[in-house]
């Protein structure tokens, strides 16, 4: 350890250690579950030790997706009223800062350095990229008509970007800005997960009951997954939420107005498992050890916490009104 550091004091010496890459602020242990609530523009704070409520965070109008900052030490909300991302700190949980977005910015991703924001802009039909040092959007890329879903790879050379009214995934290289191809999907496409190894985009078509399943080396769709739940319409089966375990074997789907969460073996790309949850299932979070999920409920305003081995819900926790994304920290 530098000799310079063990005379700091002890707030310093951690602050000092993390900027130095001694410390990894993400192998800090999980203590809070945050959710946005889009009708409340509050962020409801929740204690995972015992999910008893803590006060909840005020932030900007209509707050939907949220994810953490490249350091892990900021919570980047976007609120799709006020065109804006608030900036909150997570050691004091306040807002700090405000970013400039496009308009109606509802989901974002961020380059694995943090210094650019990829917003979907549902109105211009359009991608928007923001400098985070200028707050200036340096490039807008025309997509197809109300785009959503925005997920970056791994590397950061690739964005995509799902059309909820084109049934389509649009492929965007970071380098050119340029749109490069385009993938027919299910219908009403929203959200996408990359698998670890980055071989495969899953997508979830909402008005499809479906998960579309993408070869990133071929650009095309390998496998459609249908969803079911017994003694449920196809209607009633519209998915959101998507998330991908680290090891890559297993996925977990928010089935929406079915009111379950699928749990689905990746290598079968077969439904294991349907926990049924609180009303119209939406948002996903898994705990760090993945024994935990953690799913936000539109309709009835709570979250569900549940047993992954056991495959149960274990307790619902009152949240904001119609909560939109819930975030681990």
């Known amino acids: 350890m530098p000799h310079a550091l063990l005379s700091l004091s002890p707030v310093r010496w951690l602050v000092a250690l993390t900027a130095a890459g001694l410390l990894h602020v993400g192998a800090q242990a999980q203590t809070l579950a945050l959710v946005s ?33 490249a350091n892990r030490q900021q919570l980047l909300v976007a609120c799709s009223d006020s065109a804006a991302a608030d900036v909150i700190d997570l050691r004091s949980l306040k807002s700090v800062d405000r970013i400039p977005l496009s308009d109606d910015p509802e989901i974002f991703d961020l380059s694995p350095d943090g210094r650019t924001f990829y917003v979907s802009n549902e109105d211009d039909a359009a991608l928007s990229i923001i400098d985070a040092a200028s707050r200036k959007i340096v490039a807008s890329v025309p997509v197809g008509r109300e785009p959503e879903g925005v997920k970056v790879s791994a590397d950061g050379k690739t964005v995509y970007v799902t059309s909820e009214v084109a049934n389509s995934v649009h492929v965007i290289d970071t380098a050119s800005r340029k749109l490069v191809k385009t993938i027919a999907v299910g219908q009403r496409p929203r959200r996408m997960a990359l698998s670890p190894d980055g071989k495969e985009l899953w997508v979830s078509n909402e008005l499809g009951a479906s998960i579309s399943i993408i070869s990133t080396a071929e650009q095309k769709v390998v496998h459609t997954l249908t969803l079911d739940l017994k003694g449920a319409r196809a209607s009633d089966i519209t998915p959101v939420g998507l998330l991908i ?36 299932a939406w948002g996903l979070a898994l705990s760090q050890d993945e024994s935990r999920l953690y799913v936000v409920n539109g309709l009835s305003d709570d979250l569900s916490v549940v047993d992954v081995k056991a495959a149960r819900a274990l307790k619902s926790v009152p949240v904001g009104r119609v909560p939109h994304t819930v975030v681990l920290y």
Do not use: W
């Not at 889009?38 to 005020?58: F, S, W």
């Not at 969460?261 to 009303?279: H, K, N, P, W, Y």
């Open 37 to 69: 609530s889009e009708k409340d523009n509050a962020i409801t704070v929740i204690r995972l030790a015992d999910l008893q409520l803590q006060a909840p965070i005020p932030t900007c109008k209509r707050p939907r997706h949220m994810q953490l900052s």
């Open 245 to 280: 375990g680290r090891d890559g074997k297993r996925a977990y789907v928010a089935m929406g107005r079915a009111n379950h969460v699928a749990f689905i073996d990746v290598a079968s790309r077969q439904i294991t498992e349907r926990v049924l949850v609180g009303r119209r």
